[in-house]
């Protein structure tokens, strides 16, 4: 793939509806198993922006801890902390692949975001999540390794993403129009475009 000329390879307007089979069975009527996930470059969070995320949730009733922590996860990736090496375009490209390389086989991508210190995924797994995230981490980290040199790249150390990932469960049809309307709007609430399609790490990107 050409990487300066990268651009999604799916209908970035399609929202998943079951897989294109024709299956013995009714599909299930959402909610499927779908799953947001958030990877973090290793020094996109500062240790005391962690601890203090943890005490504002603890501080939260727990029937809405879930919902808080993901939105101020979300506020405190947004302040761009660390090296911010996915606004590097070829780092960024090369996530785009891995996310891309197991697509319609181990999940179905339904909407992603790239940011500079974070990724956003929401996806249907039909394979282990953790072996699913552990090859993109494995793919990108090696990409970045073999390359930081002759790209000049400003990395955080032989470790490129945490170690754990952020996840939740959609429960329902409005959750998850919800959510992908939330996950393409990142790059907007950053203040690094106007628009979500202007953003061109996005399932929302449209070129032209």
């Known amino acids: ?71 101020r996860l979300d506020h405190h990736l947004q302040q761009g902390h660390g090296c911010c090496l996915l606004a590097h375009p070829n780092m960024a490209a090369e996530v785009a692949d891995a996310l891309e390389s197991q697509n319609r086989k181990r999940y179905k991508l339904i909407a992603w975001c790239i940011m500079p ?25 090696h990409w970045m390794q073999q390359n930081k040199q002759s790209l000049a790249l400003d990395t955080p150390g032989r470790m490129l993403w945490m170690r754990d990932y952020w996840d939740r469960y959609i429960k329902d049809e409005q959750d998850l129009q919800q959510s ?4 393409q709007n990142t790059p907007v609430a950053a203040g690094l475009c106007e628009k979500p399609k202007q953003w061109r790490w996005s ?5 032209g």
């Open 117 to 141: 210190n974070h990724v956003q995924v929401l996806l249907e797994p039909t394979y282990s999540t953790p072996r699913i995230i552990q090859a993109w981490k494995t793919a990108t980290t």
């Open 1 to 71: 793939m050409t990487r300066d000329r990268f651009s999604p390879r799916f209908t970035p307007t399609e929202v998943w509806k079951g897989w294109q089979r024709s299956p013995q069975k009714a599909e299930r009527a959402i909610p499927y198993d779908l799953q947001l996930i958030t990877l973090r470059l290793a020094d996109s969070l500062p240790p005391c922006a962690m601890q203090i995320l943890q005490e504002e949730v603890r501080a939260q009733p727990p029937e809405e801890r879930v919902l808080f922590r993901r939105r």
């Open 180 to 183: 992908i309307q939330e996950l």
């Open 203 to 207: 399932s929302a990107y449209e070129s």
